[in-house]
């Protein structure tokens, strides 16, 4: 059981080029999320998806695309990479979120990927 | 605007003596409050939630206390261990699947 497994581990880029970073898990979760971390900032939510076929914006979207074509993956794109985008990125999973009261089900994190946008 | 705040970038205590972090928010609609563990080269792990319903969630050595009123909550690690030495989030939600992440505490345990 691997748990949540990102590819790369690292990048370099130059600005303007592309990439795409994979997310794997294999717990059966629905619910999928793409975090970066920054200095002093935390974690920050990009974008995420409570199931296959969607996806939804969190805090800071701009710069990113994603996709979940498969329930297992949720994919983190970059189309023309900008320094701004030097992070470390992480990607989580979890089991459906309920409503109400039902407690909330914790989000397990991939060990993430470094990325420097020169 | 910082939904989520962790006021101190970093703590140091001694072994065996009791670390405190703290928390602060400003969103009355969160629902579930948690705190994350991260060590270096390493994602978050799950460490202690807490509903809004409670004020108080144990844990073996980890207990974490919600003050409403005042928007705030706290971690407590006793004893306090070498190994407990590691960044500390604190995280909210308010909609299904989305965690508010404060900025991180950098707890140091030193024997």
């Known amino acids: 059981n691997a748990g949540v497994t990102q590819t790369p581990k690292f990048r370099v880029l130059k600005t303007g080029q592309s990439m795409t970073l994979l997310c794997a898990q294999d717990m059966n979760h629905e619910y999928m999320y793409w975090y970066r971390q920054d200095p002093g900032m935390g974690l920050r939510l990009i974008h995420y998806?409570?199931?296959?076929?969607?996806?939804a914006k969190g805090e800071v979207p701009d710069g990113y695309n994603v996709s979940r074509l498969k329930k297992q993956n949720f994919l983190l794109g970059l189309e023309s990479a900008a320094p701004s985008q030097t992070s470390v990125y992480f990607c989580?999973?979890?089991?459906?979120?309920?409503?109400?009261?039902?407690?909330?089900?914790?989000?397990?994190f991939g060990p993430g990927t470094r990325l420097t946008v020169l | 605007d910082q939904q989520v705040k962790q006021n101190s970038p970093s703590l140091s205590v001694q072994e065996g003596r009791i670390s405190i972090l703290n928390c602060d928010y400003t969103n009355s609609m969160f629902d579930y409050f948690l705190w994350y563990k991260k060590y270096p080269a390493e994602g978050p792990t799950f460490l202690i939630s807490i509903s809004s319903i409670k004020d108080k969630n144990e844990d073996g050595r980890f207990t974490v206390f919600l003050n409403k009123s005042a928007k705030h909550l706290s971690l407590h690690i006793v004893p306090s261990q070498p190994g407990d030495s590691a960044v500390y989030f604190c995280?909210?939600?308010?909609?299904?699947?989305?965690?508010?992440f404060g900025q991180g505490t950098e707890l140091s345990v030193k024997p």
């Open positions: 995280a909210a939600s308010a909609v299904r699947g989305k965690l508010i």
């Open positions: 998806s409570v199931g296959e076929g969607t996806t």
């Open positions: 989580a999973s979890s089991y459906r979120q309920g409503l109400g009261r039902e407690g909330y089900n914790e989000q397990f």
